[in-house]
């Protein structure tokens, strides 16, 4: 006797049944129009969200957040099922099957004493399965390009340090940022783009691992600034408006006034 599915599964089920009768022939025409392309940036923009949703610490918004990202990726899986009704379960199993395949520490007989070991393991793994494939490996994987630049920064520098591949503490990267300094600064000289850019990049980079070693990610660091400069921005405005003024007809020393108020609320 097969157990009563849970209530979860039910939604789930149902979800995919609502997916299903937007993508049919007498469904939906926006939902029928859309192809794997053209929502990957909804998909993005809904995981964007889901992360914002999380921030603010209360469960409500992000089981919103989390049913709009579901549906996305329902309706992306139901585009393939169109030509292989076999794609969502095999996606399942596959990745139910490199879990088990990576913590052989848990499903097997591997002992493991830290954190660090079980990533190593699973590193290991992963070279496998790359060597069985005939793919080349590398350690620093396969991040994608389209991810956030401070966020991929980080993570290079992360899977760099797995091999040693790294500064011994963050005190170290001072020295890195000077050198960093200099040469940007002797590049703003050469009046050269292409230069100055580099050197910037070069400079972030070194900074963002500096966050790394620090236990700070540099992608939420700069959020939290990019917030914090809005809200003290918009507080200014106000601030000028209440005093019959624009921001536009402010001079500086005005503004500088006004912001440092707006810092203090």
Not at 227 to 248: C, H, K, P
Request: contains cysteine; hydrophobic residues 40%.
């Amino acid at each position: 006797m097969n157990p009563e599915p849970s209530n979860t599964e039910k939604a789930f089920s149902e979800l995919r049944s609502i997916v299903a009768r937007l993508r049919a022939p007498d469904g939906c025409p926006w939902d029928r129009k859309q192809t794997p392309s053209s929502v990957k940036k909804y998909i993005l923009e809904e995981a964007y969200e889901l992360s914002e949703a999380i921030d603010e610490k209360d469960p409500k918004p992000v089981a919103e957040e989390l049913g709009d990202l579901f549906f996305m990726m329902l309706l992306l899986a139901n585009m393939y099922e169109e030509a292989d009704m076999s794609f969502l379960d095999q996606a399942f199993a596959d990745i139910g099957q490199k879990m088990i395949r990576r913590h052989p520490h848990i499903f097997g007989d591997v002992k493991v004493n830290s954190i660090k070991e079980v990533a190593a393991n699973w590193q290991a793994i992963k070279a496998g399965e790359a060597e069985e494939k005939g793919e080349k490996h590398s350690v620093l994987g396969h991040l994608p390009k389209l991810l956030p630049a401070l966020q991929r920064a980080f993570r290079v520098g992360e899977r760099a340090s797995r091999v040693g591949f790294d500064w011994i503490k963050a005190e170290d990267v001072w020295a890195k940022i000077a050198e960093e300094e200099q040469e940007l600064r002797e590049a703003v000289k050469t009046k050269s783009k292409e230069n100055i850019e580099h050197e910037i990049g070069d400079l972030l980079f070194t900074v963002v691992n500096m966050a790394r070693l620090l236990e700070i990610n540099p992608e939420d660091a700069l959020q939290k600034t990019n917030n914090r400069f809005v809200t003290r921005f918009q507080i200014m405005e106000d601030i000028i408006r209440s005093q019959g003024n624009e921001l536009a007809k402010c001079s500086i020393e005005e503004m500088d006034k006004a912001w440092s108020e707006a810092k203090k609320l």
